[in-house]
């Protein structure tokens, strides 16, 4: 009989919910430091999530909170696709 593996679970910086991973948003700094968008899921890094939802997008991005977690600051061409990447784009 096989063991069904639990998905992994990560808290959303905006409203700080637990989620799938996959249904996730994952923004990474990368070891040279460079902030990106990664959509696999994979890339290397230091890793921080955000839910698909514009509230949460403004919330995390008001704290500061998503610049706090990859320990650097954030563009607005960054806040900009993720802004394109949640669901209800005026909030």
Known sequence: MKT???PPMR???GCGAELPKNELIRVVRSPEGVISIDTTGKSAGRGAYICKKASCL???RKSGRLGKALDSSISDEIYEVLKDQTE???G
């Open 4 to 6: 069904v593996k639990k």
């Open 11 to 13: 808290h959303c910086l």
């Open 58 to 60: 403004q919330k995390a």
């Open 88 to 90: 209800g784009k005026n």
